[in-house]
T-cell receptor, first 116, second 114 residues
């Protein structure tokens, strides 16, 4: 079984400040981890993903995330927030089981608010 | 590729009516997901197909919900009879059948049951 916990349903930061969105996962097998962004009335768009190799992964729009196995975390960061970053952000986990790939399991989401 | 295509984008129906949501996955993607999004419960995985076969339907809320994938390019999610608590945004997504691949989402169908 796999699960994702996102701490903070709402995060508010000032424009230009650091963005930190937290994600912890639970998985009995090595996980593949994803961050998605959702703008109002739209579907989800992939920001970045970790599969294997380098634990610090870079994505679109200046976001990056670091996989920390010892902490079972995959926190999303951006050095300087922009007004256009205001959106809902979802962390997700997927694994390969004996019968193939499992479904993609999402956290509850974090609503990012950017203050001018 | 046009991406994952869902129809309709919006659906308003009366309680008790049958509702059918449709999805066309990205060509070559053998995995297809149906999700439901609500404020209270977030994104819930309803059912997951691999090569047109349902792999995990443990998220389907009750017998009123059914999903089919008759071929690799089409899937439906049906609710019969519909209830007001089914009001939500329903997303279809597709991916390659590998754990290290991301899912691509459609624009969603906003369902309102009155």
């Amino acid at each position: 079984a796999q699960s994702v916990t996102q701490l903070g349903s709402h995060v508010s930061v000032s424009e230009g400040a650091l963005v930190l969105l937290r994600c912890n996962y639970s998985s009995s097998v090595p996980p593949y981890l994803f961050w998605y962004v959702q703008y109002p009335n739209q579907g989800l768009q992939l920001l970045l993903k970790y599969t294997t190799g380098a634990t610090l992964v870079k994505g679109i729009n200046g976001f990056e995330a670091e996989f920390k196995k010892s902490e079972t975390s995959f926190h999303l960061t951006k050095p300087s927030a922009h007004m256009s970053d205001a959106a809902e952000y979802f962390c997700a986990v997927r694994t390969d089981s004996g019968g193939g790939a499992d479904g993609l399991t999402f956290g509850k989401g974090t609503h990012l608010i950017i203050q001018p | 590729d046009a991406g994952v295509i869902q129809s309709p984008r919006h659906e308003v129906t009366e309680m008790g009516q049958e509702v059918t949501l449709r999805c066309k996955p990205i060509s070559g993607h053998n995995s297809l997901f149906w999700y439901r999004q609500t404020m209270m419960r977030g994104l819930e995985l309803l059912i997951y197909f691999n090569n047109n076969v349902p792999i995990d339907d443990s998220g389907m809320p009750e017998d009123r919900f059914s999903a089919k994938m008759p071929n690799a390019s089409f899937s439906t999610l049906k609710i019969q009879p519909s209830e007001p608590r089914d009001s939500a945004v329903y997303f279809c997504a597709s991916s390659l059948p590998l754990g290290n691949t991301e899912a691509f989402f459609g624009q969603g169908t906003r369902l309102t049951v009155v």
